[in-house]
């Protein structure tokens, strides 16, 4: 059963940046509070997510220096909790080209792309995986249901 949060102050541990756009997430405060739920209902605790909206060249260039990767991709995270640490700290960056590409190809509107893409960096800090096919089967089931509870707040 997913726990719905108070609402608080203390959600400004979670921070939007735009690094070579002027894109400005709608929504932030419900949006705050989705990702905020999802770490206490996954039983972890958030110290700070910085989520950094990007273009694919941008992203590109990250994923070949860090990832040794050579593609486009709409999300990177990095969990940057230290080792013995219950408390989670996270980068994720996000190609705004990237997931306007992606809902047009999957017929989505852009801002439901986009949540999906934020919530599944936010799962993966939290341990879920979508490498497998029962892995990535998981992860959208947990997506959607954190769609579900965004459009019920």
Do not use: W
């Amino acid at each position: 059963m997913l726990r719905i949060l108070e609402q608080d102050n203390n959600m400004q541990k979670i921070s939007f940046h735009s690094a070579t756009n002027s894109f400005r997430l709608p929504q932030k405060k419900k949006v705050r509070f989705i990702i905020d739920s999802i770490f206490a209902n996954e039983g972890f605790f958030l110290g700070t997510l910085n989520i950094v909206f990007c273009s694919d060249s941008y992203l590109l260039k990250i994923n070949k220096n860090f990832l040794n990767h050579d593609f486009y991709t709409d999300i990177i995270t990095f969990d940057l909790s230290e080792d013995s640490s219950e408390i989670i700290v996270g980068e994720v960056y996000i190609s705004i080209d990237r997931v306007k590409e992606n809902a047009l190809t999957l017929g989505l509107p852009f801002k439901e792309e986009l949540l999906r893409v934020i919530f599944h960096g936010a799962l993966h800090l939290c341990g879920y995986k979508d490498k497998k096919k029962g892995e990535i089967a998981e992860m959208r089931k947990q997506e959607e249901t954190y769609l579900r509870l965004l459009n019920k707040t």
